[in-house]
């Protein structure tokens, strides 16, 4: 299958690099009758969109999705669906003083060494600016999820840096540009993130997200796992480093006794597993969190060689994010529901008959 | 593709049952030319046997390799490679008890929520005993990138519950039934075992594998990437809830001048990335770490419900693992080996054409 | 995906070599409840087996089928099914005189090209042995799509070198060893039969397969189309040159106005699509045909070279049929019965969502 | 897999309906470097492009293709490329008044089965229209095809209704807009056609596509056979009932001492076989054929149904061509180049290791 293609049954093929006329992906396997229209992409892409916030890239862009095919008279059709959006932001200049040279902790000497060639306009294809699609994609998996089974999916930021929440709150997640739980802490992360600025440094950062309403039976055993169809999609995401179901890391160091997830007629009396038991869903909230490297895009000089050979100190002029995990709740979101919605249909085709009966917990 | 297949272009598919009557896989996309008989399987699967020691599980398999296909005067042909392991040690009476129950922590009750059916035997495909095979099928693979690229993959286990090591010694790791890198721990790790044993619970392990000698240009962005090729491959073994590449989670609070690693024209000064940078390796050695949880099967007693839909308590009597993470060093060995061979075969396809001269850096 | 798997959800692996140690498969994707046995596979694997005839090479194997893991208590479990066949009747002398050599009209050449090594044993992979799998993979699908939708797929030869049917009874078909739908005639073939191996000879066949009870929706545009995956299917049999659909191509020399199928409230009038409009089928008998080409391994010498460069004279001194055409029949039975029953799940997944009313029309 | 999208490592999505805003692809997995501008896709598409005589559909298009991706300076990069074409000639009208109906020997009906929904206008995503992708896509394939391996891909019309060729030269078919091998026969296919308007109604024909320079090796038993492949490329085109390899349903009357293509020192002397042995190429030309129905848009009254279960007559207002054949050449040549691409990828990876000597004839 194409590698960029996410999918076996709603796949998603993105295109496009940072810098170039437009970046888009073609949907196919989406089930038809789905009223969908241009306007509902719009939130989404604002949220993961640079330039929200003075915290953020001060890159703008548009981001108008033209809708090219798989809908007529507002409903999907079944056929596939293309979205389109033109670069309106590009500025080469910003980069063509780097083409010669590897940044480090880039992908451009990876792309080097596969391809031999680079498009070094904004990191080309290895650009964050690819996600923008993920996240376009995902508007039409999110609202077939909701409309179809209920489903929820949804993330938040659970720390940068060294800071963690010191309370949570739904509610507040939207309401600040960071996706923090906890709005009192807001003007501090400002204040992290100013300091941060002005050090010409970056940092990591977590991002949980989780979906609710997700029925047990999705996931297929052994190499199509939910668990691991999301560690790839979250994985996928620039620089995540680290993948997390329920518990994660902390599972090291509990006992089976603590970990193990009880069952009652009236449900689980604990998530320690995330929802996923042998790599398919437990009819619980499903739960990931993913670890993100601070951007290598930095203004402090660091040590590399060019094309030529050459040793060379570089500094990154262009815009960047002293955190890129301010901006990956919105794509970790859009990960988790493109596996979830690939695994429905999956699941439909390959569950026991319907109108078998079986019993239900929780 | 089939959810029981894992590889694109080096395709390994495996079947059976922990107590069927016998288990094996297809290895496809095997280049032809490299020698390989029966005998050398032996060595990984008793690295990975169940009753390697009085820490593991007491199930005793002969795991004799038979090679049915792909074969021929002791070389590969090129076509499918068939491999055959009767089971030999099959219990089912052990297991007879449980079937009508959902063990707490297993997969018995996802499994009937996804099929309405179920083989109680041992926890059926869902038992670790499947990846006798994914260790099987690696031996090729390590084979053939050893003789081929010089690749090494090995592993050691981290932590086992609280217990960290107090030095490092590769020559160590295969001389303990831990996979220990630090020998004057291993008296002391008995004995957390044998405790652990008699207060009847279990407890988590982290293991780290890694591969020297990988090539840089070997992954595929966007959603080929080596590191969510791992990602998926290590969170598809039995018990994974978390996978980290690199610094993984580290990353988090890290700054982007201390995370991004610095290049001279003697390689790189770090490997913060752990040899992977935009999905594709650098040259430098390819790391990884997974979490495992402590196994569900306990002698402590935890509440359930059974298939008649009525509260029970399940005490699991069958033979367990105090720690399954003891065993899963070769696994996640395989599943890093199986990732880099497929990726070795997709880098032949899609690098830039043969003979075009490259930059090389460490 | 493996090039020894065929199929998206319903997917069938193969594995081994005409004189190994045994051939097998693992079909995965295979919904859960179905009851199986292997006493079932007796019957279309005897109608494929060599040896059922004089006319057919004298090969006998026992092809006794041993299920390997998928089946519980009789029934599907929806886990990987295996199948193994051990291969009884290996005669590798038979083929050690041509194993420096390449027979005109065989793959021995150019399996050399791709691998650079190969397997003489009959064959090796390339040979027809190969084909056993898929008719007892078959089984399975044929045992699903007729409980499940009430689909039957169906096949008889339909020229034997120069000689058609001079009448057509699908009673006829299963009563004499030529699938011929005409009994009259059974005596001239035999009569034909013995002349041409006499002649030390062979000749070409053509075998018509179709499927009634193939709900309409079946197939997916554009390059999944029900036609494209039966194409590809009936081409991957061994010897096979041809393939139609429908009118196939007497259609170059019809008139649109012959060709189109009208339909009325009570069905189409006409079914020269062959059951088949854009990809998705009608809800009409699914119609194919394909075409055999003459078996190469004839007692005629022939001219070739063999692997030290050298003109070579080539006569097959291995038992081989005058007709594989013969044989054909139950194999594109099950090629066909595969594909529908890989679209039939694909359409589960696909299809507008359950409760739609559409109308059905024949 | 997509079923939008076709090749495993040469990896081709298209998307679009006929007479929606624009149609497009995205090809996946072309090697970086080749030197690729827009200005290359205007001869191609202009052979399959509607309007280019009289004897086609009137529809007209500009079909200027947009790269949006993939390219840098000149070359592609190895990224995904995309190609956009604008539809231009967009009338609606022409199709309103059959919205409701199912016209016979369309798509209409079994999309409608399918999805529940269906795109009126042109016949949306069935359209020929999609073909335009393919030979864009092609393009590319072809170009790579040549300077890599000094493969040459080309196809002319052999049969139109009755009307086969009284002689045969390369030079002519590219010189009339039948694509027909005699040009002394073009003005009686000319007057064939306009008595075809004439009357209304519509005819088949055949084509014959090739491929000379592929070297020995190219195709992957069992079920990635490049027979196979091809079949299913060929058979996925619009209108296409029936595909043919070498000698196709000729074979069937032959003489296995009359099939069978010897072998001398000098190379083959026959290719009955078409160039493929067992799946793979045996450096012969690769020759195919295939038979399109006669359209279904006619100015004939057929009978049919409309949504509403109601019997109606149908007459087809819109453009047609009286014989799609005409402009099936380009689009053959398309199919077979982008499969002979794909597997060109797939040798590269499971090939023998380089080096290695084998003996090569003809």
Redo the contacts between chains.
């Keep these: 299958?194409?590698?960029?293609?996410?999918g076996?049954?709603f796949?998603v093929?993105?295109?496009?690099?940072s810098h170039?006329?437009?970046?888009?992906c073609?949907i196919?396997?989406c089930?038809?009758?789905l009223p969908i229209d241009a306007e509902e992409f719009r939130t989404d892409l604002e949220r993961r969109a640079t330039g929200r916030s003075r915290h953020t890239s001060q890159r703008r862009e548009a981001d108008e999705v033209?809708?090219?095919?798989?809908v007529?008279q507002g409903?999907t059709?079944?056929?596939?669906?293309?979205l389109?959006i033109r670069n309106t932001d590009q500025r080469s200049k910003d980069y063509g003083d780097i083409a010669d040279t590897?940044r480090?902790?880039?992908?451009d000497?990876?792309?080097?060494?596969?391809?031999?060639?680079?498009?070094p306009?904004g990191g080309?294809?290895?650009s964050a600016r690819?996600t923008t699609m993920r996240v376009a994609a995902a508007v039409i998996a999110k609202k077939w999820l909701a409309e179809?089974y209920g489903v929820r999916v949804r993330g938040y930021l659970v720390?940068l840096?060294?800071v963690t929440p010191e309370g949570f709150d739904w509610n507040a997640v939207e309401q600040n540009p960071f996706f923090w739980p906890h709005e009192a802490q807001v003007p501090a992360l400002e204040a992290y993130m100013d300091a941060l600025r002005k050090s010409g440094?970056?940092?990591?950062?977590?991002v949980n997200v989780e979906a609710d309403g997700v029925p047990?039976?999705?996931?297929?055993?052994?190499?199509?796992?939910l668990?691991?169809?999301?560690?790839?999609?979250?994985?996928?995401i620039n620089a995540v480093?680290?993948?997390?179901?329920?518990?994660?890391?902390?599972?090291?160091?509990?006992?089976?006794?603590?970990?193990?997830?009880?069952?009652?007629?009236d449900g689980f009396?604990s998530n320690?597993?995330?929802g996923?038991?042998?790599?398919?869903?437990?009819?619980q909230v499903v739960r990931a969190s993913i670890?993100?490297?601070?951007?290598?895009?930095?203004l402090?000089p660091?040590?590399?060689?060019n094309?030529a050979?050459?040793?060379v100190e570089v500094v990154t002029k262009g815009r960047h994010d002293p955190c890129v995990g301010i901006r990956a709740t919105p794509i970790a979101e859009a990960m988790m529901a493109l596996v979830l919605m690939d695994h429905a249909?999956?699941?439909?085709?390959?569950?026991?008959?319907?109108g078998?009966i079986?019993?239900?917990?929780s």
Excluded at 302 to 305: A, F, I, L, M
Excluded at 358 to 361: A, D, H, L
């Design positions: 299958m194409s590698s960029n293609s996410t076996k049954l796949t093929t993105t295109f496009g690099e170039g006329p437009a970046i888009g073609v196919d396997g089930p038809p009758g033209e809708i090219l095919s798989g007529y409903r059709t079944g056929t596939p669906i293309a389109l590897f480090p902790g880039h992908a000497y990876t792309y080097w060494q596969k391809y031999g060639i680079r498009d306009r080309g294809r290895s690819e179809r720390q840096g060294e440094d970056s940092v990591g950062a977590r047990p039976g999705w996931g297929e055993p052994i190499y199509g796992k668990d691991g169809d999301l560690a790839a999609a979250l994985m996928s480093k680290g993948v997390e179901i329920g518990d994660g890391f902390d599972a090291v160091t509990q006992r089976g006794s603590q970990h193990r997830d009880e069952m009652h007629m009396t320690h597993a995330g996923i038991l042998g790599g398919i869903s437990t009819g670890a993100l490297k601070p951007t290598s895009s930095i402090i660091g040590h590399s060689v094309l050979g050459e040793p249909l999956r699941h439909r085709a390959q569950c026991a008959d319907v078998e079986k019993p239900r917990i």
